[in-house]
C-alpha cells in the first residue's frame, strides 16, 4: 500500500530545509556536552598486540579492550552506574589474557574512602581482576599500587604503606611481604620476578628498597638524607637505576622555585646493593627536577642507555645518557615541551607528544634513544596524546581530540589514517558540529608580560553588539588549556563549560596565566607568584582589561570563574577588583595560602615574614575591597583544598554584606567524581552568570 506523507510533515521539512544550517545543529545543551565518553590510561599489552584504556561515560567508567586483527574496542567490566567509583592503575598479566586495575580512590588522612553518592554500605579502594574472554570481575584485595609478577602468579600491592602479596587463585589471601616504617610506592618486580624494587616514603627523605622474593630479606640502596624515586629495572635484571633530589627544607609549593641542588641519576649493581652517580644535572636551570608524563621518570632504553626529562636550556627535553655514566645527549632539541613519553617495545626509539610548532596545541613524535631528528608523527589541528605501539610493533595507538571532536582512542596501523578504536560511542546528541572553534590570543598583563589564551566568540554575534565576558582559569597551577578538549578529564570538562557559556551567547576568555606549564620554565617559575606575592595577578587584570576592549563585550558586564587554583584567582579578581569583575564562580578556590599549604605540608611552619607575605598573597587579606556578589562551590571531602577555605571565606563575605550563594557537595572530592556533580556544578554557574550579567541573547 502506497504510504503518503502528511502536508504538515512536508511542510516542516520545507521550513527546516530553508533555516540556516546553525540553526539545524543539534542544540547545545550540558547534557550532551558532558555526554562523550572520555578515555584515559591507554596501554599496549606486553604480547599479542593489544591494547586497553578506561572509558568514563556519563560518569560509568569501564576498562575496554581492543584486539588484533580488528582492533575493535569492547568493554570487559561491566559497570552501570554514576557511582563515583574510580578506575585507575590499569595493568596487564603477561600473557596478556588478564587485566588488573584498581576501584575506588585512596583514603584521606581520617582514613575515608571517597563515597561521593553518600552510600551508607560505604566505599572501598580494591584490586581487581577481569579476563578478556568475557568472565566477570574478580576482587582480589583491599588496596593499591599494583606491581605484577614477570612470573604471572600474583601481584604485589600497597595497603596502608605495607607491601603485600596476592596469589592469582580462586579465593586470594594476601600475605604480607614488607612491613617496615614509612610508607611503599612505585613497586617494580626485576624482569625474572626474583626481587621487588620500592620507594619508601620517610617524610622528609626516601630510600630504595630491594625485596628479595625467595629469601624474604630487604636491602636500601645507597639510603642517604636526600629523596630517592623512580626505580627502573636494566632488560637483563642486573642494575637498578633510580633519580635521586638532594635534601631541602625550604618550602617550594604554591612559590616560583627555577633552582635548587641539583638532583641526579644513580645505578645499583642489583647483586651487591653498590650504587654510583652515573648523572648529575647542572646547576642552574634544570637544576630542580620537573616530571614528565610516564609511567616512571628514568626509562631504559637500548644501547644501555637512560632516558629521562630535563629542563637544562630552559624547555622541558628529552636526553639519554649511558648507564654506565657520561655526557647527555639532546634527543628533543627546540622551544616546546615534551609531556607523555614511553618507549617502543624494541626500546629502539621513544614515542612522546609535545607543543613543537604549534604551542598551544599537542602533537605525537617519535625519536630514537641515541639521537637523530625527531620525526613527527602526527601534524594539524587536533590534539594528540599518550602513545603507545603495540608489542608486535605493527601498529601506533594515542588518544585525539580537536576542537570540537571529543577525545578518542584510535589506531594507525600499515601507513593507514588513524581510524577509532570505539566507534559509534560518541552519542548522537554529543552537538560537534554546533561548537565553536577558540582562537588563540595573546595579550599583555598589567606588569607587560605577554601572557597566552583562548577566545571563544559565540555564533552569530552581529556587528556593533555587546555580550557579557566570562573569564576562565584553570588549575595546578602547572597546567595549560589547549585549543580544543583536553586530555585531562577535568579541563575536558572545564572546556565544554566554555562552550556552553560561548553557545548561551557569552564571549569567552581561557586564560595560560604565568605559573602554567606550555611556555617554557622561566613562564613556569616567574616571580612572586602564588604563596609569595600572587604575580598572577597582573594576568588576571591584563586578561580582563583586554576582554573589556573587545568590540563584542559590554565593559560592564564582565565575570569570571575557575576551580582549584583558578578558584584562587577568580577570588583575587573579586577581591581586588570588583569595579572590574561584576561577578565570579569560584569553584574550591584556596583563598588564605597558609592554610592551603598545609593541607599538603601538615608541619609547614613558615617564619612570620613569611606567613605574613603568604597571607597577603591571598584572597582573605583583601575582603574590604570585595563588592561583587560570587558563587561559592566546594565537596565537603576536598582532599586537595581544604573545605574550611570556603567556610572561612564566606564568613568573611557575610560580615561585610558581600552577596554570597553557595553550591555544596557532600561527599564529593576535588575532581568530581559523579557525572551528576558536574553537572549540578555548570547548570548553577551559567545560571548565576545569566542572573547576574544579565542572559545575552545567543
Given at each position: 500500500m502506497?504510504?503518503?506523507?502528511?502536508?504538515?510533515a512536508l511542510?516542516?521539512?520545507?521550513?527546516?530545509?530553508?533555516l540556516?544550517l546553525?540553526a539545524q545543529q543539534t542544540?547545545?545543551?550540558?547534557?550532551g556536552?558532558?555526554?562523550?565518553?572520555?578515555?584515559a590510561?591507554?596501554l599496549?599489552?606486553?604480547a599479542?598486540?593489544?591494547?586497553a584504556w578506561?572509558?568514563?561515560?556519563?560518569?560509568?567508567r569501564n576498562?575496554?579492550v581492543?584486539e588484533?586483527?580488528e582492533?575493535r574496542?569492547?568493554p570487559v567490566t561491566?559497570?552501570?552506574a554514576?557511582?563515583?567509583?574510580?578506575i585507575?592503575g590499569l595493568?596487564?598479566?603477561p600473557d596478556?589474557k588478564?587485566l588488573?586495575y584498581?576501584?575506588g580512590g585512596g583514603a584521606n588522612?581520617q582514613?575515608d574512602?571517597?563515597?561521593?553518592?553518600?552510600?551508607?554500605?560505604?566505599a572501598?579502594q580494591?584490586l581487581?581482576?577481569v579476563p578478556?574472554?568475557?568472565?566477570e570481575?574478580v576482587?582480589?584485595a583491599e588496596?593499591?599500587?599494583?606491581?605484577?609478577?614477570?612470573r604471572?602468579?600474583g601481584?604485589?600491592?600497597v595497603?596502608?604503606?605495607?607491601i603485600l602479596w596476592?596469589?592469582?587463585?580462586d579465593k586470594p589471601?594476601p600475605?604480607?611481604?614488607?612491613?617496615?616504617?614509612?610508607?611503599?610506592?612505585?613497586l617494580?618486580f626485576?624482569?625474572?620476578?626474583?626481587?621487588?624494587?620500592?620507594v619508601?616514603?620517610r617524610?622528609?627523605h626516601?630510600?630504595?628498597g630491594?625485596?628479595?622474593?625467595?629469601?624474604k630479606?630487604l636491602?636500601?640502596i645507597?639510603?642517604s638524607?636526600?629523596?630517592d624515586?623512580?626505580?627502573v629495572?636494566?632488560?637483563?635484571?642486573?642494575?637498578?637505576?633510580f633519580?635521586r633530589?638532594p635534601?631541602?627544607?625550604?618550602?617550594t609549593?604554591?612559590?616560583?622555585?627555577p633552582?635548587a641542588?641539583?638532583?641526579s641519576?644513580l645505578?645499583?649493581?642489583?647483586?651487591?646493593?653498590q650504587a654510583?652517580?652515573v648523572?648529575r644535572?647542572e646547576p642552574g636551570?634544570?637544576s630542580v627536577?620537573?616530571?614528565m608524563?610516564?609511567?616512571n621518570?628514568?626509562?631504559?632504553?637500548?644501547e644501555?642507555?637512560l632516558?629521562?626529562?630535563?629542563?637544562r636550556?630552559?624547555?622541558?627535553h628529552l636526553?639519554?645518557v649511558p648507564?654506565?655514566?657520561?655526557?647527555?645527549?639532546?634527543?628533543?632539541?627546540g622551544?616546546f615541551?615534551?609531556?607523555?613519553?614511553?618507549l617502543?617495545?624494541?626500546r629502539?626509539?621513544?614515542l612522546f607528544?609535545?607543543?613543537?610548532?604549534?604551542?598551544d596545541?599537542?602533537?605525537v613524535?617519535?625519536?630514537?634513544?641515541?639521537?637523530?631528528?625527531p620525526?613527527a608523527?602526527?601534524?594539524?589541528?587536533?590534539?594528540?596524546?599518550?602513545?603507545?605501539?603495540t608489542?608486535?610493533?605493527?601498529a601506533l595507538a594515542?588518544?585525539r581530540?580537536?576542537?570540537?571532536?571529543?577525545?578518542?582512542?584510535?589506531?594507525e596501523a600499515?601507513g593507514?589514517?588513524?581510524?577509532?578504536?570505539a566507534?559509534g560511542?560518541?552519542?548522537?546528541e554529543?552537538?560537534?558540529s554546533?561548537?565553536?572553534?577558540?582562537q588563540?590570543v595573546?595579550?599583555?598583563?598589567?606588569d607587560?608580560?605577554r601572557v597566552?589564551g583562548q577566545?571563544?566568540?559565540?555564533?552569530?554575534?552581529k556587528?556593533g553588539?555587546?555580550?557579557p565576558?566570562?573569564?576562565?582559569?584553570?588549575?595546578?597551577?602547572?597546567r595549560?588549556m589547549?585549543?580544543g578538549w583536553h586530555?585531562?578529564?577535568?579541563?575536558?570538562?572545564?572546556y565544554?563549560?566554555?562552550?556552553?557559556?560561548?553557545?548561551?551567547?557569552?564571549?569567552?576568555?581561557?586564560v595560560?596565566?604565568r605559573?602554567?606549564?606550555g611556555y617554557?620554565l622561566a613562564?613556569?617559575e616567574?616571580?612572586n607568584q602564588?604563596a609569595?606575592?600572587?604575580?598572577?595577578?597582573?594576568?588576571v587584570m591584563g586578561?580582563?582589561?583586554?576582554?573589556?576592549?573587545r568590540?563584542?563585550?559590554?565593559?560592564?558586564r564582565?565575570?569570571?570563574?575557575?576551580?582549584?587554583?583558578g578558584?584562587?584567582?577568580t577570588?583575587?579578581g573579586?577581591?581586588?577588583?570588583?569595579?572590574?569583575f561584576?561577578?565570579?564562580?569560584?569553584i574550591?578556590?584556596v583563598?588564605?595560602?597558609?592554610?592551603?599549604?598545609r593541607?599538603f605540608?601538615?608541619d609547614?611552619?613558615p617564619?612570620?615574614?613569611?606567613?605574613?607575605l603568604a597571607?597577603?598573597?591571598?584572597?582573605?587579606?583583601?575582603?574590604?575591597?570585595?563588592?561583587s556578589?560570587v558563587?561559592v562551590?566546594?565537596g565537603?571531602d576536598?582532599?586537595?583544598?581544604?573545605?574550611?577555605?570556603?567556610?572561612d571565606?564566606?564568613?568573611?563575605l557575610r560580615?561585610r554584606n558581600v552577596e554570597?550563594e553557595?553550591?555544596?557537595?557532600p561527599?564529593?572530592?576535588h575532581?568530581f567524581l559523579?557525572?551528576a556533580?558536574?553537572l549540578?556544578?555548570f547548570?548553577?554557574?551559567?545560571?548565576?552568570?545569566d542572573?547576574?550579567l544579565?542572559r545575552p541573547r545567543s
Open positions: 502506497r504510504r503518503v506523507r502528511p502536508r504538515f511542510a516542516a521539512v520545507l521550513l527546516l530545509a530553508g540556516p546553525a542544540a547545545i545543551t550540558l547534557e556536552l558532558l555526554s562523550a565518553p572520555f578515555p590510561e591507554l599496549a599489552s606486553p599479542g598486540g593489544k591494547l578506561i572509558q568514563n561515560a556519563k560518569g560509568v576498562v575496554w581492543a588484533p586483527p582492533y574496542g569492547r561491566r559497570y552501570t554514576d557511582d563515583g567509583q574510580s585507575g595493568e596487564w598479566t596478556a588478564t588488573i584498581v576501584r588522612r582514613g574512602v571517597p563515597n561521593p553518592t553518600s552510600d551508607p554500605a560505604g572501598e580494591a581487581w581482576r578478556l574472554d568475557g568472565g570481575s576482587r582480589i588496596g593499591s599500587g599494583v606491581a605484577v609478577s614477570p604471572g602468579d601481584i604485589a600491592l595497603k596502608g604503606g605495607e596476592a596469589p592469582f587463585a589471601v600475605v604480607r611481604w614488607v612491613q617496615v616504617r614509612g610508607s611503599a610506592r612505585q617494580r626485576s624482569p625474572d620476578g626474583s626481587k621487588l624494587a620500592f619508601s616514603s617524610g622528609d626516601s630510600f630504595i630491594l625485596y628479595d622474593v625467595a629469601a630479606t636491602r636500601w645507597d639510603p638524607v636526600d629523596t624515586n623512580d626505580p629495572w636494566s632488560p637483563d635484571g642486573s642494575r637498578l637505576a633519580r633530589t635534601a631541602s627544607t625550604k618550602v609549593l604554591f612559590h616560583p622555585n633552582s641542588q641539583p638532583w641519576i645505578v645499583a649493581e642489583a647483586a651487591t646493593g654510583k652517580t648523572w644535572a636551570s634544570g627536577f620537573y616530571a608524563v610516564a609511567a621518570q628514568l626509562l631504559w632504553g637500548a644501555d642507555r632516558i629521562f626529562p630535563w629542563e636550556d630552559g624547555w622541558l636526553y639519554s648507564a654506565a655514566g657520561g655526557k647527555a645527549t639532546l634527543l628533543t632539541p622551544d615541551e615534551v609531556e607523555s613519553v614511553g617502543t617495545p624494541d629502539r626509539q621513544v607528544n609535545s607543543n613543537q610548532d604549534d604551542i596545541r599537542r602533537h613524535w617519535r625519536v630514537d634513544v641515541t639521537g637523530g631528528r620525526v608523527l602526527t601534524r594539524g589541528t587536533g590534539i594528540e596524546w599518550q602513545p603507545v605501539m608489542s608486535d610493533g605493527k594515542y588518544l581530540s580537536g576542537a570540537r571532536r571529543p577525545a578518542q582512542a584510535v589506531l600499515g593507514g589514517e588513524a581510524r577509532e578504536l566507534p560511542t560518541v552519542p548522537s554529543f552537538p560537534e554546533a561548537l565553536v572553534e577558540p588563540a595573546t595579550f599583555s598583563a598589567a607587560g608580560l597566552h577566545l571563544f566568540l559565540p555564533p552569530g554575534i556587528k553588539e555587546r555580550r565576558g566570562v573569564l576562565f582559569f584553570h588549575g595546578g597551577s602547572h595549560q589547549l585549543l586530555y585531562s578529564g577535568y579541563y575536558s570538562n572545564a565544554a563549560m566554555n562552550q556552553y557559556l560561548a553557545s548561551r551567547g557569552y564571549v569567552v576568555l581561557s595560560n596565566y605559573a602554567g606549564t617554557g613562564y613556569r616567574a616571580p602564588g609569595s606575592g600572587a604575580s598572577e595577578f597582573n594576568d586578561a580582563g582589561l583586554f576582554l573589556r576592549s568590540p563584542e563585550v559590554d565593559p560592564g564582565i565575570g569570571l570563574w575557575g576551580g582549584s587554583y578558584g584562587y584567582l577570588a583575587l573579586l577581591a581586588r577588583a570588583s569595579n572590574l561584576a561577578a565570579g564562580v569560584d574550591h578556590g583563598h588564605n595560602w597558609n592554610v592551603g599549604i593541607t605540608i601538615p609547614y611552619d617564619q612570620p615574614d613569611e606567613e605574613r597571607f597577603q598573597s591571598s584572597p582573605m587579606a583583601w575582603l574590604a575591597g570585595w563588592r556578589p558563587l562551590i566546594h565537603d576536598d582532599r586537595n583544598v581544604s573545605f574550611s577555605e570556603t567556610v571565606l564566606v564568613e568573611g560580615e554570597v553557595q553550591l555544596i557537595l561527599d564529593e572530592i575532581s559523579r557525572y556533580s558536574w549540578s556544578v547548570r548553577a554557574s551559567a545560571e548565576f552568570f542572573r547576574r544579565g
